[in-house]
């Protein structure tokens, strides 16, 4: 079976021709006779600059097919064909899926994004048809024991488009035991959806080096220059939400930090002065090793508010980020009571249980009921869990 | 410092024109913005000022920044000042300045012509919004009450667009032309707005359907004509404003459509197959097809006088100029200059239509006006598939464009829908079968009672096929505070 084509294409019944998407496209994959609008298969490069002009939402279709629609064929329609089935048997996407599902497992069922997410982008390249990216970066983060890296992936010329807080698969080189490719690794995007600098056309991952660990390793050891395959983007309910009165609750350890460090850099290039707030507990066994500790020193508390927690600072008791989080009771409590707050956790497995217990017991002291606000959290798409 | 993309929220006018660095302009507006509150909350939509409502802003002109949705009350929207993004090395398109550098300042010899293009542009814009003032009222539902909010702030935007050209570029004129803007009425019998069709009433929704479909796509023709401008400011201004105008038409588009589709499925629901069984279908509380054709009638043509005379040596000295070109003159491969070219004219001579050869810098206006004409034909044609759907013998069409005309050629004579020429008593006795009349207009005001409730629809029109951004069938678009 030929692989499977992801294709733009425009729904001609509710199209108005009004050429906003003609207009806009950069590289002029979308045309018109005077019949229809259509894309082009050969030259989209799902960018998604048509996608928000577009007045009617005719230009938001996406089918995923075994042989592109030609121009010819788009032309002649008066109304999209079927839809075909997505393919939920694709290997590439189930695999992906089932990776996500299980780092999502702690959110106790199925969650939507928050209200005011940008729509994203997922399963634009997969196993078949992979992104060939080039390292363009690697830098160390962290002293002493751990090695934590912040690598750059650079996309040349390719359109990979992303949004804060989506992951992207990698596929460790040769074969396992068995012969067989190795199974795919998802890793957190930690940069903004505009690249590690304002338009720039890569993406920025926080690997930590395993001991023994095939992926990780292989990651680490990149030179600048090397190339790999990227296949996604994942993930269409761990995201940003857009919202301004949004005030964002983000807990984190260790690697967890990297979609965070893309909430907070997006929202510092675009949105800096918006009232909705970003609140960060993030914990790491000593300043050495939490990623990110320069940086983070740099940024004003109007942006972002943090709270470092260390569990392995010589001369002090052990503290962990739900201890710190009952310590600032009366922050978390004032957080709680907010009408637009999302609370979103990210980290090694585990984190969630104590972070859970410490959630419990503020709201009970303050009189409303965890369990009850989580579930109205979670059905409206404001609380998120990805642990791994 | 604003790059052009990004846009300086801090000022009390959020802009991508460096107002912040521009102290003689940033005054002047700051001093016109509290005249043009007072007026929006004289002449706005009427009664939902406290509401608040699902209204997309820009924040950025580049493709990802300029729609972003959030609820918003009205009086606080921020109208900005958004040029599309400069072209560097950009030329004068057309004319006889062909291929000089785009002016970034107003050229002496056509100060006068400029400023009157840009007020007439400008007077449009606070028109419709004057002119749908009260239909808040009578909204089908809160999507409509929705779309109908989002055309409102965004004319008022569009105002805010040319009254900057005019302080920033005219001086005390432009000062003076900007207070008028606001001082004139829609449908004033002493100070009405410029424009025959912007003093029409908008009695009803279907009329608001008619008046986006036609008369902001005449506005549309209008701003292309001038995104080719050799004016750049007007140009990078018109661009933008292009961007949002096509929100307006597809309100209109799909509006129109909407009524049509649950016309012809309650007649399916009623066997009825005769669409001229008007009392039939109008006990049905839809309605019916020929009452559509009559609107269309009758926007249609009083939107085509808005296009001005068909011979015009103020169109052929503007394109001469370089200042106002042709429909998507970038696309179009001739010389540009149109000094020998010519162009076919229908003209009314003694009683005949005959078609002449003019030159074609004097034929401008209807050349634009041919190019609309052909861009509405696509909307009824797919207003025509939704009849055709459903197995109904009707065609909806655009009448003859001697039909019911007040301006240019065909001023002074009465015409059918096909253009038969008609003397006066057989017009007076035919008039009522073409255009509304007293009867239809009482019917379709019966139909106008407003539906507030989340995802619910007057029973006249059929709900849209997508929600604003994508939004699921009940969302409240509109949180109505009495």
Known sequence: MNALVKQHLIDPEVCIRCNTCEATCPIGAITHDANNYVVDPNTCNFCMDCVSPCPTGSIDHWFVVPEPFSLEDQFSWLELPPKPPEPALDPDDSEAAALLDGAHAATGGRVPPPPSAAKPQINVFNRDAPARATVTGNLRLTAGETDTRHIILDFGSRVFPVLEGQSIGVIPPGTDAAGKPHAMRLYSIASARDGERPNTNNLALTVKRTAGGLASNWLCDMELGATLDVIGPFGATFLLPAAEDADILMICTGTGAAPFRGFTEYRRRHAPGIHGRLHLYFGARTPEELPYFGPLQKLPATLLQQELVYSRLPGRQREYVQDRMRARAEHITALLRRPNLHVFICGLRGLEAGVEAAFTDIAEAAGMDWATLRESLRTSGRFHVETY | ?482
């Open chain 2, 1 to 482: 410092m604003p790059d052009g993309i990004n846009i300086d929220y801090d000022g009390l006018i959020p802009n991508n024109v460096d107002l912040a660095g521009d102290a003689r302009v940033r005054k002047a507006l700051e001093t016109w913005h509290p005249g043009y509150i007072d007026w929006w909350k004289d002449m706005g939509p009427e009664g939902f000022q406290e509401s608040l409502v699902y209204l997309r802003t820009a924040i950025g002109v580049d493709p990802k920044g300029w729609a972003k949705f959030d609820y918003v009350k009205m009086p606080d929207y921020k109208w900005g000042i958004l040029l599309a993004p400069k072209v560097e090395g950009r030329t004068i398109p057309f004319g006889k300045h062909k291929g000089e550098p785009a002016w970034q300042e107003v050229p002496g010899e056509y100060r006068a012509m400029l400023r009157r293009l840009i007020t007439v542009q400008g007077d449009t814009e606070p028109a419709s919004v004057e002119q749908q003032r009260h239909l808040g009222a009578t909204a089908p539902s809160l999507y409509d009450l929705r779309n109908l909010f989002q055309v409102n702030v965004e004319e008022g935007r569009h105002l805010w667009a040319m009254v900057y050209l005019l302080h920033k570029y005219f001086g005390n004129d432009g000062r003076e032309e900007a207070e008028e803007l606001l001082a004139r009425r829609s449908g004033h019998q002493d100070t009405p707005r410029m424009l025959g069709a912007f003093n029409e009433a908008t009695p009803d929704w279907l009329s608001f359907f008619m008046f986006t479909f036609f008369t902001d796509r005449d506005g549309k023709m209008q701003l292309e004509a001038l995104a080719q401008s050799g004016f750049d400011p007007l140009s990078r201004t018109c661009r933008f404003m292009l961007t949002e105008e096509a929100h307006h038409m597809f309100v209109g588009d799909s509006g129109v459509q909407r009524v049509v589709e649950r016309t012809v499925e309650a007649m399916r629901d009623a066997d009825i197959t005769d669409p001229h069984d008007i009392a039939a279908i109008r006990a049905l509380g839809v309605i019916d097809l020929p009452t559509i054709q009559k609107k269309i009638n009758l926007h249609f043509s009083l939107t085509l006088d808005l296009f001005g005379n068909e011979i015009s040596t103020n169109a052929a000295n503007a394109f001469n100029a370089g200042i106002k070109g042709r429909y998507r003159e970038d696309k179009l491969e001739d010389d540009h200059a149109l000094l020998d070219a010519t162009y076919p004219v229908l003209r009314h001579v003694s009683g005949q239509f005959v078609t002449e050869e003019v030159p074609a810098l004097s034929a401008l206006n209807l050349r634009l006006r041919n190019d609309y004409v052909q861009d509405c034909i696509s909307g009824v044609t797919r207003w025509n598939r939704v009849i055709e759907k459903a197995g109904i013998g009707f065609k909806l069409a655009l009448p003859h464009v001697a039909f019911n005309r007040a301006i240019g050629e065909f001023a002074g004579i009465h015409t059918d829908i096909d253009g038969n020429i008609l003397d006066e008593a057989v017009w007076q006795a035919a008039r009522d079968g073409m255009l509304p009349n007293d009867d239809d207009a009482a019917y379709i005001t019966s139909l106008m009672v407003p539906v507030t409730e989340n995802g619910k629809f007057a029973g006249w029109i059929a709900p849209p096929k997508m929600g604003i951004d994508n939004k699921p069938g009940d969302f409240e678009y509109v949180q109505i505070v009495a």
